[in-house]
């Protein structure tokens, strides 16, 4: 089955710094992958997705960027605010049958003002 | 919109008690998902439901773990005995259809003493 490997574990970053969060995943069928970010006590939240016929997308400060070839796929978060502070998650789905979601371990964000 | 809603948002019990969580999707969404997420990980699908039908519990412990959606629209999990190891959050999420993107609650976090 699909195993996504996420890093780094934890990241510390000053106000206004880019933060990037890697992840790999295993099966090459996998074609869509969400990115959730998870606050304290609250459930995860989906902030970006991209699927497997585009490279990269952009939302404001998020950007996701993908590379089928060596499977795997990024995070970018530019300017980064203190409310970023929280744990991010990648996922990795195949678009086939029924979209069944693998998660990665997480990468716990604190920017410090 | 109205989010997924869950409660109770938290449960203590003893190990070998059952416990119950409920969930009501967003409305007008077919899809709805339960994540068992232990502490330090990110979520692991347990059961997918399809309107009121079951399209993935392959990693639901079926020997003390059951859910329902009757009706296609809320749904309920149970633990029955509870085990520590079942310490955790347990979330679900809703998505319109399957293949559209997954929408979570903010959990109920069970605690086995």
């Known amino acids: 089955g699909e195993n996504v490997e996420q890093h780094p574990s934890t990241l510390s970053v000053q106000e206004g710094d880019s933060a990037v969060i890697k992840c790999t995943y295993s099966?090459?069928?996998?074609?869509?992958f969400p990115w959730y970010k998870q606050e304290l006590g609250k459930g995860p939240q989906l902030i970006i997705d991209?699927?497997?016929?585009?490279g990269e997308k952009k939302d404001q400060r998020i950007a996701v960027t993908l590379n089928k070839t060596a499977k795997h796929f990024s995070l970018h978060i530019t300017e980064t605010q203190p409310e970023d502070s929280a744990v991010y998650f990648c996922?990795?789905?195949?678009?086939?049958?029924?979209?069944?979601?693998?998660f990665g371990t997480g990468t716990r964000l604190l920017v410090s003002p | 919109e109205a989010g997924v809603a869950q409660s109770p948002r938290y449960k203590i019990i003893e190990k070998r008690q059952s416990v119950a969580f409920w969930c009501n999707p967003i409305?007008?969404?077919?899809?709805l998902y339960w994540y068992q997420q232990i502490l330090g990980q990110g979520p692991k699908l347990l059961i997918q439901?399809?309107?009121?039908?079951?399209?993935?519990d392959s990693q639901l412990p079926k020997d003390r773990f059951s859910a329902e959606r009757l009706k296609g629209v809320d749904s309920t999990l149970k633990i029955q005995p509870a085990k520590l190891e079942d310490s955790a959050v347990y979330l679900c999420?809703?998505?319109?259809?399957?293949?559209?993107?997954?929408?979570f609650g903010d959990g109920t976090r069970l605690s086995i003493l």
């Open positions: 999420a809703s998505s319109l259809g399957d293949r559209q993107p997954q929408h």
């Open positions: 099966d090459s069928a996998s074609n869509y």
């Open positions: 991209i699927r497997s016929n585009v």
């Open positions: 996922a990795a789905s195949k678009d086939t049958g029924f979209q069944k979601l693998v």
């Open positions: 409305s007008g969404h077919a899809t």
């Open positions: 439901f399809q309107n009121n039908g079951v399209v993935d």
